[in-house]
């Protein structure tokens, strides 16, 4: 297992659509995918490649958008994570009402041969940065299943912290996703 240093985590390209599409299949192919995505194999698979053209290019440079992946020696991407600045007086993806500019986490995965090697925190420590480097964000946040517990340590341990909100899972009302927020004390 090689370890990874943050100059090896960067964003993508708009035509890296067909690694994208890739990584995020194998995500969703994760034991843990039920709980940590808001869409499923099946779903994913079978969008055409017009869908994952677009999402690529939305995300490879963009300001309100941008997906970072660990890229290993290889060529390979190890891993991946997904920030999304929001905009006060807007609703975030459950409908909530968003008060504040901030950035939101989401798409967060490495892949498990690479885990235990330092990826996640060089994807974070690059995302993270980027998203402070956003004017006028007040905070990063990011929602865990109450049964992923295996990333909220992780989360914990990058310094995020439970807000005391919560939001019911999609498809499964009677199980609660937690929000964690990051400050910027805690950059």
Same mark, same amino acid.
């Given at each position: 297992?090689?370890?990874?240093?943050?100059?090896?985590?960067r964003?993508?390209?708009?035509?890296?659509?067909?690694?994208?599409?890739?990584l995020?299949?194998?995500a969703?192919?994760d034991?843990?995918a039920?709980i940590?995505?808001?869409?499923?194999?099946?779903?994913?698979?079978?969008?055409?490649?017009?869908f994952?053209?677009?999402?690529?290019?939305?995300?490879? $440079?963009?300001?309100?958008?941008?997906? /970072?992946?660990?890229?290993a @020696?290889d060529?390979?991407?190890?891993? !991946? &994570?997904?920030v999304?600045i929001?905009?006060?007086?807007?609703?975030?993806?459950?409908?909530?009402?968003?008060?504040?500019?901030?950035?939101?986490?989401?798409?967060v995965?490495?892949?498990?041969?690479?885990?235990?090697s330092g990826v996640?925190?060089?994807?974070?420590?690059?995302?993270v940065?980027w998203?402070?480097?956003?004017?006028?964000?007040?905070?990063?946040?990011?929602?865990?299943h109450e $049964?992923?517990?295996r990333a909220?340590? /992780?989360?914990?341990?990058? @310094?995020?912290?439970?807000?005391?909100? !919560? &939001?019911?899972?999609k498809?499964?009302?009677?199980?609660r996703?937690?929000?964690?927020?990051?400050?910027?004390a805690?950059?």
């Amino acid at each position: 297992m090689n370890q990874v240093s943050a100059d090896t985590v960067r964003p993508i390209r708009a035509d890296e659509w067909a690694k994208v599409k890739e990584l995020r299949l194998r995500a969703l192919e994760d034991p843990m995918a039920p709980i940590a995505f808001l869409d499923t194999y099946e779903q994913a698979a079978a969008e055409p490649d017009s869908f994952w053209q677009k999402r690529a290019e939305g995300a490879a $440079d963009g300001t309100r958008l941008r997906q /970072f992946v660990a890229e290993a @020696g290889d060529g390979t991407w190890s891993g !991946t &994570v997904t920030v999304l600045i929001e905009d006060a007086d807007t609703e975030d993806v459950f409908g909530g009402a968003i008060e504040q500019r901030q950035a939101h986490v989401i798409g967060v995965f490495v892949r498990p041969e690479h885990r235990g090697s330092g990826v996640i925190d060089a994807l974070f420590t690059t995302a993270v940065g980027w998203a402070w480097s956003v004017p006028d964000v007040a905070r990063v946040r990011l929602y865990v299943h109450e $049964d992923n517990a295996r990333a909220e340590r /992780f989360y914990r341990r990058y @310094g995020f912290v439970p807000s005391g909100a !919560t &939001v019911p899972m999609k498809g499964d009302p009677s199980k609660r996703e937690r929000e964690m927020i990051l400050h910027p004390a805690g950059r």
